[in-house]
């Protein structure tokens, strides 16, 4: 489905069956001589079907169709494989791009599941080749060319600039419109449902990062948010202050459960309140499981760096305690 948004910019439904996210936004910003898709969908045939159909319909001559992924995750990046032979250039950042490319490598996948199993998730047997990044990923890797903070892309009537906002991942980046005041900003900030936090290292500091990143959004002048999920937004300063309470009643949740007695990370999550169909953690799919312990540990690991969680390695397992 594909709706326009503002002159020249394109948002492109692409469905995400079985997914609670629904669907993908994917833009597409339409230049006389080159236009620029914004994410693509998981590798699965249904995503593929709405993506190509849509620039077909909108006339795309890929040739000149340069490519931007805002982040590592698989729903933005999975179908990246599909314009190599085609598109002058593919865009992202250095710290995500290396880390889609490295998705295609099973041993990385591995070096995850070891980080899931110190997060107590081997008594649920969750598996790696159960994860939709896995299974949804790149098909080969992508010689990106690489963007940073304050680098400029002019497509069409509008000149973007390159704003980094790590947090949701290591390095994800959004695009920035000054003039028309746009503000392209993948799942950075989202309307109704708030971004993941996951885990990239049991040292992370990704909340941290993430609610420092949120202010300096607060400063942008932006009429219209562009999202990767749901809702345009009109009141970015309103959403980013819910996000940033959201998170601050979760650390206090993640606090009031942590006991003298070391509790794993998977413990803790269980214990969390979920907004998912499922009557309790033993009804969870195995990749919310793993989305559920990554947003626990980002938690567990804010109130560490505060000096409120002590934490310890015992049989293999990390764990935290008052
Ligand atoms: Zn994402």
């Known amino acids: 489905m594909i709706e326009k948004v503002y002159p020249g910019i394109f948002q492109i439904k692409i469905k995400l069956p079985n997914n609670p996210l629904k669907e993908l936004n994917s833009y597409l910003i339409k230049g006389d001589d080159k236009s620029l898709l914004i994410d693509t969908g998981f590798n699965r045939e249904e995503c593929k079907e709405d ?14 169709l340069d490519v931007f992924i805002t982040h ?8 990246v494989s599909e314009f190599i032979k085609t598109s ?3 865009y992202t950042s250095e710290t995500d791009g290396k880390m889609i490319n490295d998705m295609v490598i099973d041993q990385h996948w591995k070096d995850m599941e070891k980080d899931m199993l110190l997060c107590g998730l081997g008594i649920d047997n969750v598996k790696y080749t ?3 990044a896995y299974k949804f990923r790149l098909s080969e890797p992508v010689d990106f060319t690489f963007l940073r903070e304050g680098d400029y892309l002019k497509v069409g009537a509008y000149n973007f600039k390159v704003i980094s906002t790590p947090g ?16 392209f900003s993948g799942d950075h900030i989202l309307d109704i449902i708030t971004p993941n936090i996951a885990f990239w290292s049991v040292e992370s500091e990704d909340l941290k990062t993430y609610i420092k990143e949120l202010d300096k959004m607060k400063e942008l002048e932006i009429d219209y948010i562009f999202p990767a ?20 009643e979760r650390i206090e949740e993640v606090y009031n459960l942590l006991k003298e007695e070391p509790q794993t990370v998977r413990d803790i999550a269980a214990k969390m309140t979920w907004r998912i169909r499922a009557n309790d953690w033993s009804e969870f799919p195995p ?7 990554g947003e626990a540990l980002s938690h567990l690991e804010y109130l560490h760096g505060e000096g ?15």
Do not use: C, V
């Open 51 to 64: 993506l190509f159909e849509a620039l077909k319909e909108l006339d795309i001559d890929l040739d000149k």
């Open 72 to 79: 590592l995750h698989a729903d933005h990046s999975g179908n």
């Open 88 to 90: 002058p250039k593919i």
């Open 130 to 132: 159960d994860h939709p």
């Open 168 to 183: 949701h991942t290591p390095g994800q980046i959004g695009l920035y419109e000054e003039e028309h005041k746009l503000y």
């Open 229 to 248: 999920h749901r809702n345009i937004m009109t009141d970015h300063p309103r959403r980013a202050i819910e996000i940033k309470e959201h998170h601050f």
């Open 287 to 293: 990749a919310q499981k793993w989305f559920a312990s």
């Open 308 to 322: 409120k969680a002590k934490k310890i390695l015992e049989d293999d397992l990390l764990k935290y305690s008052i």
